[in-house]
């Protein structure tokens, strides 16, 4: 009796045990802007100086010192807020460290202020150029996080619009592999859905003679339908809906393109009245005003 009453107490200290790790999770991921990735193991430890938290049946340990969480909280701060050029000075004091979680913070940084504060062509190169240091550098380290995974996808394919049809054509299946690896880490992050959607209708509004092109270069070329990209624009809101504009905006382009108009006037009307003063949700606001009034 007194052997079976002790293996309940060490079955019961166990249980209390994950409860308290899940608790610490949830903390963690809400001080994390709700960035998160998974491994395959359970069996980690719960260092004090590292941050736990965990996302389906995996449990994460990350190397995170209190200045860099401090860095994280600020920055996403910031650019939830509308002020990643505020953002990206922090963040480029940590330039150096070795923690993922930074990096594709300034990979993010680096392509927020140059897609939209930014005016200059060649300011908004060096922007991208130093976007694609920090992606490698991130991927290096931790292959297996969605968020570095998703950030290396959108810095490869900024850095392509600075260059040919030809390279554009020979990066996109290592940007397709990019968005892919992210959504396998990380199936219900709406984002990650959202990048293979854009990917999807990128490919398949592809000019007939940038087609040619591809075929001279490669034996199978990309391609994609905008069915697919809907899928993939529809299992973003369903992961997470109004999570951003622009899926409603991509939702409704891409219902024109499959000719069912009433259902892209509703989802650009959406879209449309959305009230933002972000620069990025503005222009998706913008483009859904626009199609509405060609519809």
Not at 111 to 130: H, M, N, P
Not at 189 to 217: N, S, T
């Amino acid at each position: 009796k007194t052997k079976k009453k002790s293996m309940r107490i060490r079955n019961l200290f166990q249980v209390i045990r994950v409860v308290w790790l899940r608790a610490a999770a949830q903390q963690s991921i809400r001080y994390l802007g709700g960035e998160r990735f998974r491994t395959e193991s359970w069996r980690r430890h719960f260092p004090r100086n590292k941050i736990n938290w965990i996302v389906g049946t995996g449990l994460i340990v990350m190397a995170t010192s209190e200045e860099d969480l401090q860095v994280i909280k600020e920055t996403d701060a910031m650019y939830y807020g509308g002020k990643s050029p505020e953002a990206i000075q922090i963040l480029r004091r940590h330039s150096q460290t070795n923690n993922p979680e930074v990096l594709w913070r300034l990979v993010r940084a680096c392509y927020t202020v140059g897609k939209f504060f930014i005016k200059d062509q060649a300011e908004s190169k060096r922007l991208s150029d130093e976007a694609m240091e920090y992606a490698k550098r991130g991927i290096a380290i931790d292959e297996h996080s969605f968020s570095t995974q998703k950030w290396m996808g959108i810095a490869l394919s900024w850095s392509s619009d600075f260059e040919g049809t030809k390279v554009k054509i020979e990066r996109s299946f290592a940007i397709r592999d990019h968005f892919l690896k992210a959504i396998e880490c990380n199936p219900t992050d709406a984002l990650g859905q959202h990048l293979m959607g854009l990917w999807c209708f990128g490919v398949a509004e592809v000019p007939w003679y940038q087609r040619k092109i591809a075929a001279v270069i490669f034996a199978a070329p990309p391609s994609a339908t905008y069915d697919e990209a809907l899928a993939y624009f529809l299992k973003a809101e369903e992961a997470k809906p109004g999570f951003y504009v622009a899926n409603w905006t991509c939702i409704g382009k891409t219902y024109i393109q499959l000719g069912k108009k009433a259902e892209a006037r509703e989802w650009l009307t959406k879209a449309k009245d959305f009230t933002t003063t972000d620069p990025e949700d503005l222009e998706a606001v913008n483009e859904a005003a626009a199609l509405l009034r060609k519809l």
